[in-house]
């Protein structure tokens, strides 16, 4: 049995992962929709909304999320979030889960322009 809290001081951080608990999935969290454009190529990501709302920019179209709501990125997709709610916090799934390595070799920033920003 393990039990992992989100910090509330860390704008996010990571719970479960490879790198510290052998797992064959990575578990992030969040305490704020974070500004940066990227895009995975071999990263699914499946954001599950805890509390509060945010809004999520991915190739162009804004979404708004509020709890409750399950969000999937496929791999290819850009995608950013343009703010959130104080009380805002999600979870996060990486799909496969990299190595930290890996993850900043296949993870790739983009233009703003690309989003439609």
């Given at each position: ?21 052998g797992l ?47 969000l999937l ?45």
């Amino acid at each position: 049995m393990r039990l992992e809290r989100s910090d509330p001081v860390q704008a996010k951080g990571w719970c479960l992962c490879p790198w510290n608990s052998g797992l064959a999935l990575a578990l992030g969290y969040a305490n704020a929709g974070i500004d940066d454009p990227h895009v995975h190529e071999r990263i699914t990501e499946i954001y599950l909304v805890a509390r509060g709302i945010s809004t999520v920019r991915i190739e162009g179209e804004s979404l708004r999320l509020q709890s409750g709501d399950v969000l999937l990125v496929e791999p290819g997709e850009a995608h950013t979030f343009l703010g959130s709610s104080p009380d805002y916090l999600h979870f996060v799934l990486h799909v496969p889960a990299l190595s930290r390595d890996e993850i900043r070799a296949e993870r790739r920033e983009v233009s703003r322009e690309r989003l439609g920003l």
